[in-house]
């Protein structure tokens, strides 16, 4: 937030160069296990689901893996600025170009449990270019774990490009409610958050505030009953974190497909009834999975899974985005094994949602592949090729 006030909110990105410290291979382990639990519960009860069961070391919350390096035109991130009223001004970061033969738009990853910068060069040298964004959570367990929680910062002190940082709302244990939240009552944390970011260069982040708001698989997950409550807990954390990190770009992230509990009447009510207003938000944003009714092999199932009846598709998010003149972002997007009733190796849906970005460039901020070879996802490409080989060739190819 804050940046340059009244630039174009679809600018292109900046990009640093990190000083290099060490990770935290002791939290980035046990973080790894605890959130891929909840992703796996994700996958399991699709967007009804509930909290992910535990998992292996390659789980969704440890981000100690993803690769350097800005991508030519680099994608558009309104960069605004929150004062103590909430109020915001429009602005964005810079891009630098580059010669890279990528995807002109912002691209990123997540590697679920490569815990070394060697995974992370491999990773770019095998698509051809490296990443501009890379996918990390803090540890959340209890408040005090979240609001010190740093090795997902540390780990990627070398990255020259963004995080794309999903911060909860609630922690897994004695969460409390977020009327508690939109109230003040743990302000130190979301201070501790800010500084932390700032303090290892990160104060560019794309800080997701209470990523998939309608996942009702996570602490915070919303409902039409406390839709309300939601909305004044994101407004009240992004104005805190904005008067520590005035350059932060937050975003809006809701899960694809999935309804809005209370409000399945209105398909679109994740995204009408949980949207926090354009003065604190930078991105909007939807994860996306080719998993139960987004499942899509054939040109009739893509065009249900991006304008569905169940939820919001991603058409209907760059429409949203479109008429709050704001970029759009699919922070998570992948394969789902068809044990957990996704289609497995489906090159189709890669050359979609490929597809679908280069359609929607001038408008995307960023993409990130989730790239986690356990089987409760099992959708990797990189860190296990064999998994989806055909896939795995296509998204190559493209990227």
Known sequence: MGGLAGADPLARLVVHTRPSTHSRLGDVVHHARHHAHHRAQHHALHHA???????????????????????????????????????????????????DPGPPWSSGIWLGGALSDGDLERFGAWRGDPADVVTTYPAYATWEELRTSDWHVDTFAGFPGRLSYGLPLLPERAPGTLRDVADGAHDDVWRSVARTLVAGDRGDSFVRIGLEANGTWFPWGATAATATDFVAAYRHVATVMAQEAPDLSFVFDISCGAPLRGAEDDRLSALTRLYPGDDVVDVVGCDHYDSFTARATDRAAWEESIRPSTGVGLLDLVDFATEHDKPFAVPEWGLTARSAEGSGDNPYFVEQMFAFFR?????????????????????????????????????????
């Open 49 to 99: 689901l509930p909290t992910r069961p535990a998992a292996s070391r390659r789980g969704r919350l440890l981000a100690a893996a993803t690769a350097a390096l800005l991508l030519p035109l680099a994608a558009c991130t309104p960069s605004t600025g929150t004062g103590a009223a909430g109020t915001r001004d429009e602005g964005a970061r810079a891009s630098t170009a580059s010669s």
């Open 359 to 399: 359609e929607h460039r001038d408008r995307l901020a960023y993409e990130n592949y989730f790239d986690e070879p356990n089987p409760y996802l099992g959708s990797s490409l990189f860190l296990t090729p064999a998994q989806n080989p055909e896939s795995s060739e296509v998204y190559r190819e493209l990227w």
